[in-house]
């Protein structure tokens, strides 16, 4: 399972792919969620773009999506606190993302 819920916190298990052309969600990455940036990985910029298309998302401030696991790595465990967006809706969301970045 790609996301777990406890104590009021959204874990989500995602896969990202930086450089790309635009933002989006792709679909299952194995037992992740495939997230297309646009933002390269370069000093941890993709990083920062992922916490803002998270937010943005989830409709939560960017204070409360913190990266817990996997700052230098393509597989990454992401927290959300105060969303009542379920995980579910990112697998509805897979249209390009204007957010900007």
Not at 4 to 24: D, M, R, T
Not at 53 to 61: D, L
Not at 63 to 87: D, M, Y
Request: glycine share 6%; net charge positive.
């Amino acid at each position: 399972m790609w996301h777990q819920h406890k104590e009021g916190v959204i874990f989500l298990s995602l896969y990202i792919q930086p450089g790309a052309k635009h933002n989006e969600v792709i679909g299952l990455h194995g037992k992740a969620l495939k997230i297309r940036l646009a933002t390269p990985p370069i000093e941890g910029r993709a990083n920062e773009a992922l916490l803002r298309f998270i937010a943005n998302r989830f409709n939560v401030p960017i204070r409360n999506v913190e990266l817990k696991q996997g700052a230098r790595s393509r597989h990454k465990i992401v927290l959300i606190n105060g969303s009542t967006i379920k995980p579910e809706c990112l697998l509805d969301m897979n249209a390009p993302s204007q957010d900007s970045v």
